[in-house]
């Protein structure tokens, strides 16, 4: 038997530069380092894949009917149906009483916004400080929440009546009644009011997460300090939830032009005179009453820019005053 044939069979090793001997990597190593470069093309990937059914939700049943809408807002209605009419839809709407005061309805809901989200802010205040009544906030604040807008409508509608509770209550003091749902000039103030009223839980519960992420030592140093309850939220609170803020702010907007077709139809059917009018109530009426959907289109693309401009044109401005601060 030969010597040779008794040897077991010696790898050879490599050295390195400096003479040391180097080991060859096992075969998996080597596989693990060649599939180095697709693991990281995965990861990479991966947040595309996962927003991707999502996005595609977006753009099919959100941004294509809007760019449809849009274009079918240049065609005409009724004996023009479909053919190309450039811009006359836009100026038989503003050339419309009934959208111009719409219009002027939306400068109004812009103006009463600051109240609408500071409500829900001074109660999460109230609940979070833990203020007296708090619990009495706690336990009640989503109810309305919960209530269909017709529900809603009709309760207030037996309210604010002229011979209703509301009213009595007002002349038991000595206050002459008030036609809230027949005086053009109360009309829209007591819808808006309604529908804060039935909205401000989900504002609620947003401001009261963003204050599990309130730092707890600024509100002690706050106290030690010596600081007053207005100090706190206007140097404190304030200043950390600005983030919150800004995201209320919008969808409080978005809800107040877009969710109150509800309490428009139960409670005034946009009256009187036409003076409860809001876009999108307008918008049913043109194109459920009036058959006249490209007119609809018109006045839809014009709310959605509204809201564009006035939300962007909000951000800007919380932005800017939370850099002051």
Same mark, same amino acid.
């Given at each position: 038997?030969?010597?040779?044939? /008794?040897?077991? /069979? @010696?790898?050879?090793?490599?050295?390195?530069?400096?003479?040391?001997?180097?080991?060859?990597?096992?075969?998996?190593?080597?596989?693990?380092?060649?599939?180095?470069?697709?693991?990281?093309?995965? =990861?990479?990937?991966?947040?595309?894949?996962?927003?991707?059914?999502?996005?595609?939700?977006?753009?099919?049943?959100?941004? !294509?009917?809007?760019?449809?809408?849009?274009?079918?807002?240049? *065609?005409?209605?009724? =004996?023009?149906?479909?053919?190309? @009419?450039?811009?006359?839809?836009?100026?038989?709407?503003?050339?419309?009483?009934?959208?111009?005061?719409?219009?002027?309805?939306?400068?109004?809901?812009?103006?009463?916004?600051?109240?609408?989200?500071?409500?829900?802010?001074? #109660?999460?205040?109230?609940?979070?400080?833990?203020?007296?009544?708090?619990?009495?906030?706690?336990?009640?604040?989503?109810?309305?929440? @919960?209530? /269909?807008?017709?529900?809603? $409508?009709?309760? +207030?509608?037996?309210?604010? /009546?002229?011979? &209703?509770?509301?009213?009595?209550?007002?002349?038991?003091?000595?206050?002459?009644?008030?036609? !809230?749902?027949?005086?053009?000039?109360?009309?829209?103030?007591? @819808?808006? &009011?309604?529908?804060?009223?039935?909205? +401000?839980?989900?504002?609620?519960?947003? +401001?009261?997460?963003?204050?599990? *992420?309130?730092?707890?030592?600024?509100?002690?140093?706050?106290?030690?300090?010596?600081?007053?309850?207005?100090?706190?939220?206007?140097?404190? #609170?304030?200043?950390?939830? *600005?983030?919150?803020?800004?995201?209320?702010?919008?969808?409080?907007?978005?809800?107040?032009?877009?969710?109150? +077709?509800?309490?428009?139809?139960?409670?005034? *059917?946009?009256?009187? =005179? &036409?003076?409860?009018?809001?876009? =999108?109530?307008?918008?049913?009426?043109?194109? &459920?009453?009036?058959?006249?959907?490209?007119?609809?289109?018109?006045?839809?693309?014009?709310?959605?820019?509204?809201?564009?401009?006035?939300?962007?044109?909000?951000?800007?401005?919380?932005?800017?005053? $939370?850099?002051?601060?």
């Amino acid at each position: 038997m030969s010597i040779g044939k /008794s040897l077991p /069979s @010696v790898r050879p090793v490599s050295t390195g530069r400096a003479g040391g001997v180097q080991p060859t990597p096992p075969p998996r190593a080597r596989t693990a380092v060649r599939r180095g470069g697709g693991g990281r093309r995965t =990861e990479l990937l991966a947040p595309f894949v996962l927003v991707a059914p999502a996005v595609l939700i977006l753009v099919l049943m959100r941004l !294509w009917p809007l760019l449809l809408g849009v274009n079918f807002s240049f *065609t005409g209605d009724g =004996e023009r149906d479909g053919a190309a @009419v450039g811009l006359d839809n836009y100026v038989d709407l503003f050339h419309d009483p009934l959208f111009r005061g719409a219009l002027r309805n939306v400068g109004l809901l812009v103006l009463l916004l600051p109240v609408a989200v500071a409500i829900p802010g001074i #109660i999460a205040t109230f609940i979070y400080l833990r203020v007296p009544g708090h619990r009495f906030y706690r336990s009640v604040y989503f109810f309305p929440a @919960v209530l /269909s807008p017709v529900i809603v $409508g009709a309760i +207030f509608n037996l309210l604010l /009546s002229f011979d &209703g509770p509301v009213n009595s209550v007002l002349g038991a003091v000595g206050i002459g009644p008030v036609d !809230w749902l027949g005086d053009p000039d109360v009309a829209m103030f007591a @819808v808006v &009011g309604v529908h804060v009223w039935a909205t +401000f839980g989900m504002a609620l519960v947003v +401001f009261l997460a963003g204050f599990a *992420t309130l730092d707890a030592a600024l509100l002690d140093a706050a106290r030690v300090d010596g600081a007053s309850l207005p100090q706190v939220i206007r140097h404190v #609170i304030i200043p950390s939830l *600005t983030r919150t803020i800004q995201f209320v702010f919008v969808t409080t907007m978005i809800g107040m032009l877009t969710s109150m +077709f509800g309490l428009l139809y139960v409670m005034t *059917t946009g009256g009187p =005179e &036409g003076s409860t009018y809001l876009p =999108e109530y307008y918008i049913w009426i043109q194109q &459920g009453q009036m058959n006249r959907p490209a007119l609809a289109s018109a006045a839809s693309t014009v709310l959605f820019v509204i809201m564009l401009v006035v939300g962007l044109l909000q951000l800007k401005l919380l932005r800017r005053t $939370g850099r002051v601060d």
